[in-house]
């Protein structure tokens, strides 16, 4: 059974950084073609934040661009985000997501993963 677990969230000030990490298991590699970051604020819908392709292929959200970076082990099977120049308005449940469909670049879509993580909270100051 796939397993997605989070870590690396906290509280920070305004213009601080966490780095979140993904640790996966129960499947190969090459039964996935990508993975994503998405996050959820209270009242508000999930939202895709970066995706990656298993071959590296990367997309970020406008909101998050230049300051996020998304990067991944494939031989430890880890998924990570760097988070740089927080703001208040990235507070929110971040999770890790697994998809087996092919699409490059991956989609900031829910419907498009097949695995969830149960998220870490990252929470940001001003």
């Known amino acids: 059974q796939v397993q997605l677990v989070e870590s690396g969230g906290g509280s920070v000030q305004d213009g601080g950084s966490l780095r979140l990490s993904c640790a996966a298991s129960?499947?190969?590699?090459?039964?996935?073609?990508?993975m994503a970051w998405f996050r959820q604020a209270p009242g508000k819908e999930r939202e895709g934040v970066a995706t990656?392709?298993?071959?590296?292929?990367?997309y970020y959200a406008d909101s998050v661009k230049g300051r996020f970076t998304i990067s991944q082990d494939n031989v430890s099977k880890m998924l990570y985000l760097q988070m740089n120049s927080l703001k208040p308005e990235d507070t929110a449940m971040y999770f890790c997501?697994?998809?087996?469909?092919?699409?490059?670049?991956?989609?900031?879509?829910?419907?498009?993963?097949?695995?969830w993580g149960q998220g870490t909270q990252v929470t940001v100051s001003s």
């Open positions: 997501a697994a998809g087996t469909s092919a699409y490059s670049p991956c989609p900031a879509l829910k419907s498009f993963y097949n695995y």
């Open positions: 129960g499947y190969t590699t090459g039964n996935y073609y990508c």
């Open positions: 990656i392709t298993r071959g590296g292929r990367t």
